[in-house]
């Protein structure tokens, strides 16, 4: 494809560079999008259904819309007018993916498997370098360095070590409290009885000890197994993946960047 005279957004006239006002709008618009979390391969369709074409007749690609994301002269210079604010087009630029295609922290792939939304429990993808997006509920995405994300995720799992007994079950939910309360009065009831039936009060018990023993769920199995595992494991430094794959549910990212951890018992941890 040939290289075009003039960046994508300006158009000579009477011989100086001026802006071109639709190609000056998609512009913004790509940057925008692309802060919103659009992809490259996202913004090249959305610009190709527009109709206002990088090259006439080709459609647009991603090779394009990354050329436009890193050209400086969108910021103005004493030949080209500005079409960008310097904040928006810097906030691009630290933006940008990291072309190797490897994380920067390899600790970060432990916790993207667990990525989850904080808002609805979608999970998060991580669509450029420092930034998270849940597809499903978020118009913007969730900024935070791998470095923070890390020293989150493993500043809870230290306190969980040093505080085990923080981790409670879950409620028993309400038709079980109601059964175990049923069999509790029946009991009481058959040991005020005037005459004593020991039979009567042995199946009261049987019965009281069979509603508790149902109202114990999964989730408070999985409360006594995070205990043990979070009390018998060994302090070490940096983040422990193996022992947050045991204990952790889902890591969930917030639309603030803040990090909570949802643990196997459904209890979730604040960060």
């Not at 609805?120 to 997006?133: A, S």
């Not at 118009?139 to 230290?158: F, G, H, M, T």
Request: glycine content about 8%.
């Amino acid at each position: 494809m040939a290289n075009r005279k003039l960046p994508f957004g300006y158009c000579l006239r009477n011989g100086q560079v001026r802006e071109e006002t639709t190609e000056a709008e998609m512009v913004r618009l790509i940057f925008c999008r692309y802060m919103e979390g659009a992809s490259y391969g996202t913004l090249a369709d959305e610009l190709s259904a527009l109709g206002c074409p990088y090259a006439p007749g080709r459609p647009w690609s991603k090779n394009m819309v990354a050329r436009i994301l890193q050209d400086g002269r969108y910021l103005g210079s004493a030949e080209y007018p500005r079409l960008l604010s310097p904040e928006l087009f810097h906030q691009a630029q630290s933006a940008r993916p990291d072309v190797s295609g490897r994380l920067e922290c390899p600790e970060a792939k432990d916790i993207r498997v667990l990525a989850r939304c904080a808002q609805c429990g979608e999970p998060m993808r991580r669509m450029r370098k420092n930034y998270w997006y849940c597809s499903n509920c978020m118009a913007s995405p969730s900024k935070i360095k791998d470095e923070a994300l890390i020293l989150c995720v493993e500043r809870l799992l230290r306190s969980l070590r040093e505080h085990s007994e923080t981790i409670s079950p879950a409620p028993a939910a309400e038709d079980e409290n109601e059964a175990v309360q049923t069999a509790q009065d029946r009991l009481v009831h058959e040991l005020e009885q005037a005459e004593f039936d020991e039979a009567a009060a042995k199946a009261q018990v049987i019965a009281l000890a069979s509603a508790r023993f149902n109202a114990l769920g999964s989730r408070d199995y999985e409360t006594m197994r995070l205990r043990h595992l979070l009390g018998s494991a060994e302090p070490g430094g940096g983040l422990d993946a193996g022992l947050l794959r045991q204990v952790a549910a889902a890591v969930l990212i917030h639309p603030s960047g803040a990090v909570s951890l949802k643990l196997r018992n459904g209890q979730t941890i604040e960060g």
